[in-house]
């Protein structure tokens, strides 16, 4: 879990956020609307807080929140491994969300795209490393943006984020 999700980073609010904006140590967001009037703020929930993002004459096509993976578990990533992420959204109205997973090994970054289908407010979308061409051993960064199309006059409340990992069973 991201160390705001766990109630460790607190979050400043922020209003009309640019894109490219650092929200937290490694969390950023961006987005594709000039000039948008986005606002983004940290709410109190019953477990954990909740990332709430509201828009209002977005314009954009899409808002993206980057979530950077921990440097300890990616040294030791692997062909074998299935990654997933989990997450809870509260939205109205509700957009289609996807998740990236992009892995940086030597000079190259492979990025995997996969819907998030929801359902009563939870998702869960998963990636299996085996197509992967990686440089075991050599990856450098990984990152997960998590997608929103089209947020046009939305409230998102991003309520739960897990990244986890397992290996995939020997055929």
């Known amino acids: 879990r991201p160390p705001f999700w766990t109630g460790a980073a607190p979050l ?8 490219g904006a650092t929200l937290l140590p490694g969390l950023k967001l961006f987005h594709d609307a000039p000039g948008a009037r986005l606002l983004v703020r940290a709410v109190e929930g019953a477990e954990r807080p909740a ?18 993976l921990p440097a300890a578990p990616l040294a030791t990533l692997s062909r074998r491994h299935i990654l997933a992420v989990d997450l809870a959204l509260e ?10 997973l992009n ?24 990636f299996e490393l ?12 990984g990152w997960l943006d998590l997608i929103f199309e ?15 990992r397992r290996y995939r069973a020997e055929p």
């Open 150 to 164: 089209r947020p046009e006059q939305a409230r998102l409340a991003l309520t739960d984020l897990t990244l986890s």
């Open 12 to 19: 400043p609010a922020a209003e009309d956020v640019d894109s």
């Open 91 to 100: 939205a109205v109205p509700a957009p289609a969300v996807y998740a990236r």
């Open 51 to 68: 990332l709430e993002l509201t828009t209002a004459a977005f314009g954009g096509s899409f808002l993206s929140l980057v979530v950077d």
């Open 103 to 126: 892995l940086r090994h030597g000079p190259e970054t492979d990025a995997l795209l996969r819907a998030v289908p929801m359902e009563r407010r939870r998702g869960r979308a998963e």
């Open 130 to 141: 085996l197509s992967v061409p990686l440089a075991e051993g050599r990856i450098a960064a």
